[in-house]
């Protein structure tokens, strides 16, 4: 990306030519959302949430026969990739901030692998073609999905588990 593209305050990571970069990912699937222009997709799941827009998930056929199990009603994990999303930025400047921060302290999409964590109500399951109907998501329409994990209260809620003592 050129320096125009950059905020005040906003530094690319240094990196060598040579740094390892494959990590075997294959796409499953993708989102289908209302959203087609980063400028009009919420920044989060949120704000998703508040335009009440629904969206889906299309599974590609080899995936399909993975949803057994899945039930609507249910919470599950998306993990995206978000492939529109620049990958350079160490620092990034927040519109609502008056400092640049480091990009691991922040829920930007600008990261050096632009994976995405979605955490949706299942409202529907169509295992027969592949679809699961998602109360919102946040991201462009066609971004790439890479996994779907469910979501247990018992072990993902933060502090669900730890003994008191």
Request: aromatic share 8%; proline share 8%; hydrophobic share 40%.
């Amino acid at each position: 990306m050129s320096d125009e593209t950059r905020r005040e305050g906003e530094r690319v990571f240094s990196l060598p030519d040579a740094a390892p970069f494959d990590a075997g990912l294959r796409f499953i699937g993708r989102i289908v959302s209302p959203w087609t222009e980063r400028s009009a997709c919420p920044k989060n799941m949120r704000q998703a949430r508040e335009r009440g827009q629904a969206a889906r998930v299309e599974l590609f056929p080899p995936y399909q026969e993975a949803l057994a199990g899945l039930e609507a009603g249910s919470p599950i994990f998306l993990f995206t990739f978000l492939d529109r999303a620049r990958r350079d930025l160490a620092l990034q400047m927040p519109r609502h901030a008056d400092s640049a921060r480091g990009t691991f302290s922040l829920r930007s999409p600008v990261r050096p692998n632009p994976i995405g964590l979605h955490l949706v109500e299942l409202v529907a399951v169509d295992r027969e073609n592949g679809l699961l109907s998602i109360d919102a998501i946040d991201v462009l329409d066609g971004t790439p999905l890479l996994d779907i994990k469910p979501y247990f209260e018992s072990v993902d809620r933060p502090g669900a588990g730890l003994a008191s003592g």
